[in-house]
């Protein structure tokens, strides 16, 4: 036994290479028995502490033993046998079959903001050409847009978001001038949760020959989509939200036709096939025809294998069961909040088209003696060993609870019994 980890369960002593095959064998029952699934007994296959109500899986996504012990096994392999992690393209396959696309596609990124940066800077803009966002990107979505306007003096447009996706989306259709270039929008707002229409977005899109970019650093692992379906030219994600994989991993999707178009900054081993020094002058070879080619260098074997882990898992509980399992939970979540009546504002659409499994809110300051009752909430909550975010951004000062699936409806009564406590007690 390499590792010290171990826990107890009906009293006994679990160790680490006993804890492997129990995983598995939850995880092989629940693989079986796909219908009936018991979220309780899945909870197990966290080693997140009971003693934390984690409902802020839209920052950071909890990782499960699975994952975890894949990347640990990963590390120690590498180390005992001086083995270089070359890479496969496992993770892209799997990944794209996962998303709808082709496994030539996509890139291994670190992260969402990665994505974007290379996506931004590799599309052809000059000055005065228009860029759309929302008023609720992360600073993950805009920074990279915001800093070509500033280097490049591009122009950045902002529509709001409505309640409605009928109306969002006209907001966004009044915001398109002839000048409009790109239009780069989150799939679910890190803000308050609300599923953007993105497939009617991409479609407006290509009608004025505009360019459709998505953020998606939540749906992954929340809600099942395709991308050829959504028909989006660009879309980043991560894996390291919704779908459960190690800190640090994410992707990115170049539609095939638009990869020789779109400018490569960096390169290194992996973005080409030879380059030959000896040459007179010295010479690079083509660069791969794949989106991986802006995966370059040496990477983190562990990481892929531990993120490769994370998308096998979610097949083997299904995407259909998670999704309708954290859907369920948004919705429980939404509607015990929208019985506290006028105390809350309630920020996520109702409409079943438009949410999913983040919620947000604000207390209303009208029905609290609270001073800033928002940001107070979040605090107040963590004091009882909760975490759940304050979305301070942008002045949308309000309260975002995420619903994963290893969350429980006893968790989220807990979240309203202490709001009620705080805010109105
Ligand atoms: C909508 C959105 N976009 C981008 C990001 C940035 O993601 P990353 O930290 O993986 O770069 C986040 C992170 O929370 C996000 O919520």
Redesign the pocket.
Known sequence: MHRKSFLTLGGSLITAGSLKSLHTNILDRTFNNKTDLNWEMIRTLFPLKRDVTFLNN??MGITPYAVLETVQDEFQRIAETAQYPHHTDELESLLAKTIGADANEIAIT???????NHICWGLDLKKGDEVILTKH?????CAAWLYRAKKDGIVIKTFDLAFTAAQSLENLNAAITKKTKVIAV?????TIGQVLPVKEICSLAKSKNIVSCI????PLGMVQFNVKDIGCDYY?G?L??WMLGPIGT?WMYIRKDLLAETKITHVAAYSMDTFNMNANPPQLGDLIDKTSRYCYGTFSGPLFKGALKSLQMYHQIGGENIENRVKFLGGYLQNSLLEIGDGIEMLTPTESISRAAQIGFKINPSKTKKEKPNIGFANYARSKGMILRHVGENDIDCVRVSTHYYNSTDEIDLCIKLLKEYAFG
Do not use: F, L, Q, R
Not at 110 to 116: F, L, M, Q, R, Y
Not at 137 to 141: C, F, K, L, M, S
Not at 215 to 218: C, E, L, P, S
């Open positions: 839209g920052t670190k992260n969402v903001s990665e994505g974007i990107e992360h600073v993950g979505g989150p799939h679910i707002p890190c953020d998606g650093a939540h980043a991560c390291h939200k994410g």
